[in-house]
């Protein structure tokens, strides 16, 4: 039988070569496995026993892979070749040059390659070949170390995406962990750890530029013990890359020393042996400082190594701007709470005031429904409005509704909205007064005066604590802290069955009842004073005094319009009292209107007498409410104390003076 076996061609050798490495790379190898597969075909298609892949390291060959005796490697043949940059014969041995990764194909994406190849060779040892053959051996040694070239560039692009992938995962896990912190020390310690861990460095820097300064300011995060880190702003490598505006590496031994500020090393007992440094860009992409990482942990710091540094720093300028303005926001926020807070107190020392203030305080750490009780202009919303600034709900909308004012036809709309189409002039969605106080606090003043329809609807939504729009389906979460407050009679319109007994017990979980303005006492002296520095400083104008005779004025009235009425007096008091002074006429107080007395049979007596019964009992009530002092009750009388006497006197009143 004739054996039709046929040698193996180059081409073939080629061939099967060219399959070995397309079915290695399919398998995703690393380097390491891609030479233990390929490199014995490599040496069977060019048919020799010895060789492998040398790099360059520390100014030295290594062989990275090897086949066959290890021999003492050509080292000046392999750097005239890789010079000549083209494939070479001497001495027995063929080398051909492998060109690294970053040197192929596109290299502003192959330039970060952590795992780029090193300067490296494809060695092999020939045994004896005739001369003529030479030529074309080399020729074969070329297309070998291209298809290797070649094939080690995609591995090490395949890792290169791999590890680029790991780092902007890293870096982007990082950046949500800063956005969570509130502290700028904690931030900038954050940024500083993560730079170290992916640049395997030993610290990390970030200055930031006071531009008028003229300064680069780094802070106690950033490797200084205390205090904050001062350089000027053209000094070293930071300030080569503010001034450029372009990434800067520097290695010792390899670049000029001049480069680096020892300065700052001396001044932290520190030596910087490599450094890499990257601008920091704000949101409006304005120039903010500068980044960088110093001591590399391996052979210095390389191009990659900007890259990495350039994200890191994208991401830290936004989280460094983005919690300066939370930090401004929050304090915005919080001046404008206080002022709101501040511009209605609860004034007022008298005990009854303090027991409701006490118990305000307590039931502002909850979240328990509050009914609010009192006469018109006893103060029932600045007392829900303290209530809501003492809660934790604060800074959330306080909003407030009056029920009287409210027909039924609309009170459910306004309190709970209406979806676009629900009725006619309903020409767009609303939201309801439910949903615009969620988070907050929703005042329902003057709810004695509720239609019955309206608070069946809003017994429901306080016990199911949701809503549905007018003209909608959809039932909307609603969590407010309802205040109510009324000056009805509410017991008695329940059994007048004018109020819902359900609606009643629901909303009174809390009793508050403000007493009338009459009641207070001292506390009136208190409120005029501050109305009058409040308006007073409305207008410009300094604050005048209240002489003795208008405190007793003030406090002798008996305020039927409350709170409400005392702020009107002294708004106008403030407007037309031009004195430094305010006399008792200034406050142009007029007796409260008085009841008619029932029937119609006259009050007993002549003129005279009744005349003479008031003069006495309004000179006792003056006297008692100045305490007995006659002094006062005098210049509240508008009367000299002498002529009080001589009044009193001609009354046939006792005339004994105080001490």
């Not at 790379?25 to 040398?54: H, K, T, W």
């Not at 042996?273 to 409006?284: D, E, F, I, N, W």
Request: charged share 25%.
């Amino acid at each position: 039988m004739k054996d039709r076996t046929r040698p193996q061609t180059s081409e073939n050798t080629e061939i099967q070569l060219v399959a070995g490495v397309a079915n290695a790379l399919r398998r995703d190898l690393n380097r390491r496995d891609f030479f233990d597969l390929v490199m014995p075909e490599v040496l069977s298609c060019l048919g020799q026993n010895a060789g492998g892949i040398v790099h360059q390291r520390d100014g030295q060959w290594h062989p990275e892979v090897w086949l066959g005796d290890q021999l003492e490697v050509p080292e000046l043949l392999i750097g005239e070749t890789l010079d000549a940059g083209k494939t070479a014969y001497a001495e027995g041995w063929c080398v051909a040059p492998l060109v690294p990764a970053a040197d192929h194909g596109n290299a502003e994406t192959l330039e970060s390659s952590i795992v780029s190849s090193p300067v490296a060779a494809l060695l092999i040892r020939i045994r004896s070949m005739p001369e003529s053959d030479l030529e074309g051996y080399t020729k074969q040694v070329n297309r070998v170390a291209d298809l290797v070239s070649t094939a080690l560039q995609c591995i090490d692009l395949g890792l290169w995406r791999i590890n680029r992938i790991s780092q902007l995962q890293a870096v982007m896990d990082a950046a949500a962990q800063w956005h969570r912190l509130d502290d700028d020390v904690a931030l900038l310690h954050g940024i500083a750890d993560t730079a170290t861990a992916l640049l395997n460095c030993e610290r990390a820097s970030i200055f930031l530029w006071d531009k008028r300064r003229k300064k680069l300011i780094g802070r106690p995060a950033l490797g200084v013990s205390e205090g904050a880190l001062e350089v000027d702003d053209s000094v070293g490598v930071v300030g080569e890359v503010l001034g450029s505006q372009e990434p800067r590496i520097w290695n010792g031994g390899s670049d000029d020393e001049s480069r680096v500020n020892r300065k700052v090393d001396e001044s932290l007992e520190f030596e910087t042996r490599s450094l890499v440094a990257v601008p920091m860009r704000g949101q409006r992409d304005d120039l903010i400082g500068v980044f960088e990482a110093i001591n590399h942990k391996g052979n210095g710091f390389q191009d990659h190594d900007t890259t990495v540094l350039n994200d890191l720093a994208t991401h830290a300028a936004v989280a460094i701007q983005s919690l300066k303005t939370r930090k401004k926001l929050l304090e915005t926020c919080d001046r404008l709470v206080e002022d709101a807070a501040s511009a209605s107190p609860l004034i007022g020392e008298h005990s009854s005031v303090n027991k409701i203030r006490k118990t305000a305080a307590k039931v502002a750490k909850t979240d328990l429904t509050v009914l609010v009780l009192g006469q018109n202009g006893t103060g029932k919303e600045v007392l829900a409005r303290h209530i809501h600034f003492e809660s934790e709900r604060r800074n959330a909308p306080f909003i407030a509704v009056n029920c009287a004012a409210l027909v039924e036809s609309l009170l459910e709309s306004e309190l709970f909205g209406h979806e676009k189409g629900a009725f006619t002039d309903a020409n767009q969605t609303r939201q309801g007064k439910f949903e615009l106080a969620t988070g907050g606090t929703l005042f329902l003043d003057e709810v004695g005066d509720m239609s019955p329809g309206g608070q069946a609807k809003l017994l429901r939504v306080l016990e199911e604590k949701v809503v549905v729009r007018v003209g909608g389906s959809q039932t909307i979460p609603v969590d407010v802290r309802v205040i109510a407050a009324t000056n009805q009679p509410l017991e008695q319109m329940i059994v007048e069955k004018r109020f819902r007994e359900d609606l009643y017990f629901r909303l009174n979980v809390v009793n508050l009842s403000l007493p009338p303005l009459s009641q207070r006492g001292d506390d009136i002296l208190l409120l005029a004073n501050h109305f009058l520095e409040q308006f007073c400083y409305q207008i410009g104008r300094p604050v005048p005094v209240f002489k003795r005779s208008a405190q007793l004025a003030l406090q002798s009235h008996s305020w039927p319009g409350n709170i409400r009425e005392l702020r009107n007096t002294i708004e106008r008091v403030a407007y037309l009292c031009t004195e430094e002074e305010i006399e008792q006429d200034d406050l142009m107080l007029t007796a409260a209107p008085r009841q008619r007395v029932s029937g119609n049979a006259p009050i007993k007596g002549t003129l005279n007498d009744a005349t003479r019964q008031f003069q006495v009992e309004h000179i006792e009530r003056a006297i008692e409410f100045c305490s007995g002092n006659m002094t006062d009750a005098a210049e509240y009388l508008g009367l000299h104390r002498s002529n009080l006497y001589r009044k009193m006197g001609q009354l046939g009143m006792n005339e004994s003076e105080d001490e």
